[in-house]
């Protein structure tokens, strides 16, 4: 007889079989590795002075990144792992190539402090993605909150952090002052993306579109494509400046929804329950229990 150390597989075990993964859940990370792509590009670009193309590839890294989540929510291909990829590139296109590109175009200059200001800027945009990913699934967030994002998110810092190179091919002239200028802008932005500044996200809107605007959509989609490829520079200063304007509105429309959320509604007031426990008299002369209840006030919704 021969005795060997394993033991032989029983033959009414089987391997596990997993379940084939629907190709819908694929197309939206076939997406996120395309932009994750042209953020690696662009470093690689940067590193090459190509900083037109470079500046082109987060561009197109920022719209993939606007469609991969929609065309998962259309296609119903959500899942945890397309979210946390989501993240990772996120983190890498519009954190690190950023910083980087700013540094082999300007930042340089500064030694020790240039490299500091585009290493805090990609940290405070992986602090930015993180704290996303933790208050997505918070249970007691008030619905109306989803039309807001938690500080400035990660794509639009990407792109407004980039304005002074805009101008500087816009024709703005290099002068002694622009790293410093430059490193100081990028400190605010990065600041912004941490913050808790309400910003408009957008993200529910342009869900549905009345029969009678569609072909003006076309036209408009179309028309701002052709003016991002013919006059790149011009666009992106014009929508980045835009964009920094319209902070504060949304923290203001951010507090009305507040305020509204906060003051009680009509008809819809609640009575607290009287106390079980006997307490001493009143300075009416009735006990508490009898005293009439007061209508209870809603907490104020942060």
Known sequence: MVFTPFEPEPPQSKRRRFR????RTLVPNLITLLALCAGLTAIRLAVEQKLEWALA?????ALLDGIDGRV???????SRFGAELDSLADFVNFGVAPGLILYFW????????????AMVFAICAGLRLARFNVMIDDPNRPAWAGNFFVGMPAPGGAITVLLPIYLYFLGMPRVSLLAPVTLIYALAIAFLMVSRLPVFSGKRAGKRVAPEMVLPVFVGGVLFFALLIAY?????????VLYLGSLPFGALSYRNYERKSAAPQPGTGHVVAP??????????GRPPSEQPAEPERPARLN
Not at 20 to 23: A, R
Not at 232 to 240: A, D, E, N, R, S
Request: charged content about 15%; aromatic content about 6%; proline content about 9%.
């Open 275 to 284: 106390s079980v426990e006997r307490e001493s008299p009143t300075a009416s």
């Open 232 to 240: 790149p520079w011009i666009v992106l200063t014009t929508g980045t």
């Open 57 to 61: 590839a987060i561009v197109f890294a």
């Open 20 to 23: 084939p993964i629907p190709v």
């Open 106 to 117: 300007g930042l340089h200059e500064l030694g020790h402090a240039g490299w500091i200001a």
């Open 72 to 78: 998962a929510r259309l296609l119903k291909g959500t």
